[in-house]
């Protein structure tokens, strides 16, 4: 599975635009791109998933290139309840997904 | 609806001391996985099943053992538990495909002394 790279931490204010971004240099044909958000005492939940071009949802957009070797998890007008560390999975589009998560990055959103 | 339900949530073992952690889900789910989570880190994959009767190590197996019991139950063992495997383990469960969202259950926080 492709190895996936991204900063450790990120600060930024309320209502900013935040843009994290992943790099997933060998990544595979039928790899698709998935961010997970995970706050203090819980478990990661899923944010987005994309496999080229971009993608959108009610919470995140997701870019990709068209080489596919990154990726970036953007988060329109933040908020102090998005502070939370953001994962960044390549994970296979078949049968017996392996998942593995990186460090994350860790973003605070200050007042 | 439940989810992922992982039960103990909190646990306190003896060096030595074994346990078995327990998962379930109920979203008729085929793979099933074990992740620990040490203070300020990632998530690291203990081991995965892709489906009823397969089971795959992960990134750290060693000191582990599971058991896909059923396509419902995913429960994970510690024979001989150690103060290194102190630590949050997270079970989660995914369906095949293109969609590879992960579920995951609310945690059980180990210690070992």
């Known amino acids: 599975l492709a190895k996936t790279t991204q900063p450790i931490s990120m600060d930024s204010y309320e209502g900013q635009e935040v843009n994290i971004t992943c790099s997933h240099n060998?990544?595979?044909?039928?790899?698709?791109i998935t961010w997970y958000q995970q706050f203090p005492s819980q478990g990661p939940r899923f944010i987005i998933q994309g496999y080229k071009t971009k993608v959108t949802n009610e919470v995140a957009s997701l870019f990709i290139p068209a080489d596919r070797k990154s990726s970036t998890l953007s988060l329109p007008r933040v908020s102090l309840s998005d502070t939370a560390v953001y994962y960044c999975l390549v994970a296979r589009g078949n049968a017996g997904n392996m998942l593995t998560f990186g460090g994350g990055t860790r973003l605070m959103v200050k007042p | 609806n439940a989810g992922v339900t992982q039960t103990p949530k909190f646990q306190v073992l003896k060096t030595g001391q074994s346990m078995t952690l327990q998962c379930a889900q109920d979203m008729n789910h085929n793979s099933m996985y074990w992740y620990r989570q040490d203070p300020g880190m990632g998530l690291r994959l203990i081991y995965y099943?892709?489906?009823?009767?397969?089971?795959d190590k992960g990134e750290v197996p060693n000191g582990y053992n599971v058991s896909r019991l059923n396509k419902r139950e995913f429960s994970l063992r510690l024979e001989s538990a150690a103060p290194s495997q102190t630590s949050v383990y997270f079970c989660?469960?995914?369906?095949?495909?293109?969609?590879?969202?992960?579920?995951f259950g609310q945690g059980t926080r180990l210690t070992v002394v």
């Open positions: 099943s892709a489906s009823e009767g397969t089971t």
């Open positions: 060998n990544i595979a044909t039928n790899d698709y």
């Open positions: 989660a469960s995914s369906e095949w495909g293109q969609n590879t969202e992960a579920f």
